[in-house]
């Protein structure tokens, strides 16, 4: 009998799942230095942004989910 697969807590806290199963993760390049970075710009950042296919099937494994 093998021993059931544990969820990656560090990614737990970085990525969720969106209705439709995408993956989403914050947006880089928002956490310090914001004085220089325009108001349009820290407004875009805020939104987050989708996992890229190259690293989407890592996340998810680190998460349990299927696929």
């Given at each position: 009998?093998?021993?059931?697969?544990?969820?990656?807590?560090?990614?737990?806290?970085?990525?969720?799942?969106?209705?439709?199963?995408?993956?989403?993760?914050?947006?880089q390049n928002r956490e310090h230095i914001r004085e220089k970075k325009s108001s349009a710009r820290l407004r875009r950042l805020a939104r987050g942004a989708e996992v890229s296919a190259a690293d989407d099937s890592h996340v998810r494994k680190q998460l349990g989910l299927k696929g």
């Amino acid at each position: 009998m093998s021993s059931k697969q544990k969820t990656h807590k560090g990614a737990k806290k970085r990525f969720r799942v969106t209705g439709s199963g995408k993956l989403r993760r914050k947006a880089q390049n928002r956490e310090h230095i914001r004085e220089k970075k325009s108001s349009a710009r820290l407004r875009r950042l805020a939104r987050g942004a989708e996992v890229s296919a190259a690293d989407d099937s890592h996340v998810r494994k680190q998460l349990g989910l299927k696929g």
